[in-house]
């Protein structure tokens, strides 16, 4: 993996003093910190201010990572530059913040910066932060190499387009997958949702959410829909199990009907 990091330093307005000041190269040539600003590269015509981050994003690409400077001032344009930009803008953006609140940096987040820092810039700080992302993707390609395209439907391409066959499969059968398979899955899945514009918890909740699901289904076909042996099999205590049962609407007579039909087509 490449040690030379390159972070660009946005200047979407007529205000690059902030920047000017930490452009240069840092700890002997690994990091660059350099000033993009928007007025001199030749973009499209655009209707607003706000579209600007959108136009600028297939420039970023060549950037590992990108620093925003968002102030009291201007974080009603930050917040709409932000939300135009989301579904294209490939490249981290971190915040530098200035006078900004709790609740509006969560709102950040929500929108899609990967984290916040805040003035002046510890460069040694930010150098080890894009080094990690760095580090992650390096990873994520790896692993995406490893399983063989197994999870090529967790390409970021694929989110939101609902889940997959190959995941399908996995979940139907996930009590007899081995732990090689399941922590490729579970990487692959973070991957695919660190990439997205959903903040960490909204990720987290859609897949514990959906490992429960498919938890408690394969349970309960193994037990023919008894609840007990279900909970007994995956060491889990019955009302545990049948709390989990009602937050996700999973009904037990389902998979006792299903057991029954098997019997009787079978005989």
Known sequence: MNDQMDCALLVLDNNPQWALGYSGSYAQGRLSLQVLNSAHLALPTIASSEQTLRAMAMHLMRFDACILLITHDN?????????????????????LVCNVKAAALNDLLKLG?????????????????????????????????AVG??????????VGAGQSP????????IL???????????????????????SFQQAKAVVVARFEQAYIRAALGRSS???????????????????????????????????????????
């Open 225 to 267: 829909g008894n609840i007990a042996m279900a909970a007994r099999s995956v060491q889990k205590h019955r009302r545990a199990f049948w709390a989990l049962m009602r937050k996700h609407d999973i009904k037990a007579d389902v998979f006792k009907s299903a057991s029954a039909l098997d019997t009787h087509t079978d005989g």
């Open 166 to 173: 190959e995941e399908d499969r996995l979940c139907a059968t």
């Open 75 to 95: 974080l009603v344009w930050a917040r709409k530059s932000l939300m135009f930009a989301q579904s294209i803008l490939q490249t981290p953006i971190f915040a």
């Open 149 to 158: 395209g197994q999870y090529q439907a967790l390409n970021p391409a694929f």
């Open 113 to 145: 910066i990967v984290d916040f820092l805040r003035t002046p810039i510890c460069i040694e700080e930010l150098r080890i932060r894009i080094q990690m992302l760095k580090r992650n993707r390096h990873a994520a390609m790896a692993l995406e190499e």
């Open 176 to 198: 007899h997958q081995n732990g090689a398979t399941l922590e490729a899955y579970a990487a692959a899945v973070a991957t695919r949702y660190a990439t997205s514009r959903e």
